[in-house]
Each structure stands twice: as C-alpha cells, then as structure tokens.
C-alpha cells in the first residue's frame, strides 16, 4: 500500500482542516470548540462540514487518540535515554542500639546515580518503533473517521433538502387541492356540477393533509439529524427553537462515470483503514521482538556519587563523599515460559490483524460495489423521472383544459394532480439518492471529501 502518499494527504488533510471559510464568529476558541456558538441565520453544505471538522465528537475523539499514542511513544521511547535518580536517608538512633564507634546518635546519605541500558535483546528498539506505528496508525484512523463522519454530514444535510423540497411539493399540492375545491363550490353554485363532485374535492383535500404534516415532521427530525452529527450542543435561549435558513440544492443535470476496475484499485490503495491496519500490523512484528527480548540478557552502564556522613560528627563538613562506575546485567534463565506466553498472546494479535486486513480487504471491496451499483441506479432513476415530471405536468395541464371544456371529469383532474405530485417526490428522491450514492462512492474508494480539496 503506499503509506508514504497517505502520511502526505493526511497531512494535507489537517492543513486543510485549520482553513475554514470565513463566518461571523470562530468555530473555537483557545483551541477547543466554543460551547456558545450560535445557530447561523443561513446553514450551506460547506458551513456544516467546516463546523463539523472542528465539533464532531467522533473526529474529536479521533484527535484525542492521536495525544495519547504520543504520550505512549514519550514513554517507551524514555527507555532509550538515561535515567536519573536523587536518592537519600536520615536515620536517628539510641546509642545504645547504634553499630558504629563511637556509638552515633545519627546517620545519613545522600546519592546521584545516572543509569544507561546497552543491551535488552533489542526490546527497547522494538517497544519503541511499534509506538511510532502505532501512533501512524491512530492519525490514519482519524483520516478515516473523518471521511465518514463528512460523509454523515453530506448525508444528512441532502436528507433536510430532500424534505425540505418534499414540504414545498406537498404544500403545492395542497393549494392545488385548495383551488380545486373552490373551483368545484363556484361550478355547484353555477348549477354546473353536483354537491357530489364539491364532497369529493374536500375529501381529496383532507387526504393531502396528513401527507403534508408528514412531511414537515420529517423536516423537523432531519434538522435534529444535522445537529448531531455537527455535534451542535448550545440550545440555550433562541438556539432551542431557531432554525437555520438551508441553502443548497439537490437538483442533478450531469453524470459522473467511474470505472469499476478502477474505484476498486484505488480504494485498495486510498483507503486509511487499510494503511491504519497495515501499520497495526508492522507494529505487530515489532510487538513480537520485544515480547521475546525478555529471554535475552538485559545490560546497563550506571555511574554514581555518595555523600555520607563521615567522621565522629554527623554535619555536612564531616561527610565523606566519592564515586561509583560500573556495569549491571541480568538474565533471566527461567521465568516459568512468561516470556514464551507474551510471545505466543504477539504472535496472535499479529495473526488476527492479518486476518483483519483481508476481511477489510474484502467488506470494502463490497463497499465499492455497492455504491457503483447504486449510483448506476440512481442516475437511471433521475434520468427516468424527469421524463415522467414532464409527461405528469402535461397531463395535468391537459386534463384542466378538458375539464373546464366539459369533456374530462373532476375525477380526472384529481388523478392527474396525484400522479404529478408522486411523479415530483420521486424524482426529488432519485435527486437525493444520486448525491448520497455519488459521496458514498467517493468515500468508498478513500478519496478525501471535495470540501478539504478545494
């Protein structure tokens, strides 16, 4: 896999996350994400995933964990370096208990001892690097965690659109049930129509009313959907109840082709939970040096310098003083297999991330068949609807025309209107479908959300 392109895209990538559009108040501050930031009188696609990057709790998460391998690569990495301890004591005694002549009521002393290790079967060195990968592999997740939760973001802001159209189309419907009905009254009164048809013309317009309360509920839930996934948490004061004016559009009017072959090569080779599991893995090995170290002899160089109390007085001008330079080594010839039960548990953890790889390996290989599939699908469907919004809108026009020629019935009519109505929810949902299917794609294969590229 290339991991050195990922190492400089992830770089790219967090450059890119500091560069945010400019809008009216910073989305922290003092480095973290400001708890009061207002709920925005105009909400687009590219604010939510600026807002996002620097407020979802799983890439805050994510960023977290990447301090925290830094502090475990400090710590095995201190194993490296020499150690330096101050040591000291101060004792007081009955002289009749005291083991010295004179008998001294009082002892002490004070030692500086500087401790390098030279040899520890390579376990140092082992330790450390797998630390390093480690840490390689957490800034990889966070790539990951990022292209999915913009993803999310894309996701649900598409869904507010979708309803928020959904509420204009059924609300469209309403008023032309609404003129309908009032054309029907004024017929009835003209002595032109039934009672029949003006009962009929009310029932069609209650029935399009639960669809259009259905519908505004789904905007509503949808918004919630959005705030969740920005992780916008201030609901004090306005924020409760405010809701951001949502700019944007679903409308589709090109097709962007991809090749199978090539989504599924570049999604081996893009994608950071692969790159993250093949770190995981080389750290893994090195996992395995260090667990087996502990049977090898483990040798350090130690120099250090005593102060003692010397003499018949026990002040600091009676003290005797001087150094002591010298090797340490131990072996441990027998632990009772411990070190054979930690290098067997590495060598399993290695196994499994092997296995991990190629089941990873394989779910995204699915994971690009199906958006391909999907996408596919979707440009058929926005391809096909658009064909039968226009067919529908016609036969509505034509219908009213007949209608009001008195060739065509009120039934007619109210047919028409329904299938037009359908003929739009569906084609705002092929719309919908085509964004989420093209986003999942790109996702799919590792590409970086086009907001960080541009």
Not at 238 to 261: I, M
């Amino acid at each position: 896999m290339n991991i050195s392109r990922s190492i400089t895209v992830f770089a790219a990538l967090c450059g890119l996350a500091g560069q945010l559009p400019a809008q009216p108040e910073p989305f922290q501050r003092d480095g973290q994400p400001d708890p009061n930031y207002a709920v925005p009188e105009e909400l687009n696609l590219r604010y939510a995933l600026a807002f996002a990057l620097d407020n979802n709790h799983a890439i805050r998460q994510a960023r977290e964990r990447i301090k925290e391998q830094e502090g475990i690569v400090l710590e095995v990495s201190s194993q490296q370096l020499p150690t330096v301890a101050v040591s000291g004591s101060a004792t007081g005694n009955d002289p009749e208990v005291s083991n010295t002549i004179p008998a001294q009521r009082r002892d002490w002393g004070i030692a500086v001892q500087a401790t390098q290790v030279i040899y520890a079967g390579g376990g140092v060195r082992a330790s450390t690097r797998s630390a390093s990968l480690s840490r390689q592999a957490a800034e990889l997740e966070l790539q990951g965690i990022i292209n999915e939760q913009l993803l999310a973001v894309r996701t649900r802001f598409y869904t507010v659109l979708l309803a928020q159209q959904m509420v204009t189309v059924q609300e469209q419907n309403v008023r032309l049930l609404e003129e309908q009905l009032k054309d029907a009254q004024n017929r009835f009164e003209a002595g032109s129509i039934s009672n029949f048809e003006v009962l009929r013309a009310r029932v069609a317009l209650a029935n399009g009313q639960p669809d259009l309360i259905s519908a505004r509920n789904d905007y509503r839930l949808a918004i919630e959907e959005v705030r969740q996934v920005l992780g916008f948490s201030n609901v004090s004061g306005e924020n409760l109840a405010k809701v951001p004016t949502f700019v944007g559009s679903l409308e589709v009017t090109d097709h962007e082709t991809f090749d199978l072959h090539d989504a599924l090569v570049r999604a081996r080779s893009n994608r950071p939970e692969l790159q993250r599991l093949s770190k995981l893995e080389d750290a893994g090995e090195e996992l395995i040096t260090a667990s087996h170290s502990s049977a090898l002899p483990q040798v350090a160089a130690f120099g250090r310098y005593d102060w003692v109390r010397g003499g018949p007085g026990s002040g600091w001008a009676n003290r005797r003083d001087g150094w002591t330079a010298g090797l340490q080594a131990q072996w441990n010839i027998f632990d009772g297999r411990a070190t054979a039960g930690r290098t067997a548990q590495a060598k399993s953890r290695l196994i499994q991330t092997k296995l991990a790889v190629e089941e990873s390996v394989l779910a995204i290989d699915v994971e690009v068949r199906r958006a391909h599939s999907s996408l596919t699908e979707a440009w058929e469907l926005v391809d096909a609807s658009g064909k039968v919004v226009g067919q529908a809108d016609e036969a509505l026009r034509l219908a009213k025309v007949r209608y009001s020629a008195g060739t065509a019935t009120q039934l007619d009519v109210l047919t028409s209107q329904v299938e037009l109505t359908r003929a739009r929810l569906n084609q705002l949902q092929a719309f919908y479908r085509y964004n989420v299917a093209l986003a999942s794609l790109h996702k799919a294969m590792g590409d970086a959300d086009s907001y960080l590229s541009n």
